[in-house]
């Protein structure tokens, strides 16, 4: 091989990614998080309820339009690749996925959603990690449901500025406050106790 047929550092981990997601035994995902190959357990109960919750309002909320909410589909954007608990796109056509069938186009994604595992490097992840490869990506809008922060809180981040890797709108609440999309196909949408359930130090 040529030092010009050699594959780029990114390609070479976009490799390495595309083996591990075909490698995983089940329960486990792989995602491409700021250079590193990132490989952590599907979600708890507790987890997988607020996502559904999630989804399925949104749904409602934007029915019979054309954007609508996922579950389990990989967000792609260059080569890079994340697995947010919640998408909604922009619509719901076959541009909205790669070529290779593989995930969602980053360009077509409106709105993330990240519900905060236990452990730090998931915390660490979802927290500092996403919230820059979002940023970096244009989503217009990534909302953090945590568990593991005062007791459980809402954040909702827009404004994204690519450059900087931030977003530059942040609204925050504690679990019971309701916290409002502020854009996009599900702007006015509200996150509130029906969905995250009471904070942690409320439930017995």
């Not at 490698?23 to 486990?28: C, K, M, S, T, V």
Request: charged share 25%.
């Amino acid at each position: 091989m040529t030092r010009r047929d050699r594959p780029t550092p990114d390609h070479a981990l976009w490799l390495a990614w595309r083996g591990a997601v075909s490698a995983l035994p089940e329960g486990f995902r792989a995602e491409i998080v700021e250079g590193c190959v990132e490989v952590s357990p599907t979600s708890r109960l507790r987890h997988t309820g607020i996502a559904n919750r999630l989804r399925k309002a949104l749904d409602s909320a934007m029915a019979g339009s054309r954007p609508h909410a996922l579950q389990c589909v990989y967000v792609i954007h260059g080569r890079r690749a994340w697995h947010p608990d919640v998408v909604v796109t922009s619509g719901d056509g076959p541009e909205q996925g790669t070529e290779d069938g593989i995930g969602i186009r980053a360009e077509a994604v409106r709105l993330v959603v990240e519900v905060v595992s236990p452990g730090s490097d998931s915390i660490t992840r979802d927290r500092t990690r996403k919230r820059r490869a979002y940023a970096r990506a244009g989503i217009p809008v990534y909302v953090l449901i945590d568990d593991y922060d005062d007791g459980g809180t809402v954040t909702v981040l827009s404004g994204p500025d690519r450059e900087r890797a931030i977003y530059g709108d942040e609204v925050r609440a504690v679990y019971g406050a309701a916290v409002t999309i502020p854009e996009g196909p599900a702007k006015g949408f509200v996150i509130g106790e029906d969905i995250t359930g009471p904070g942690r130090s409320r439930r017995g």
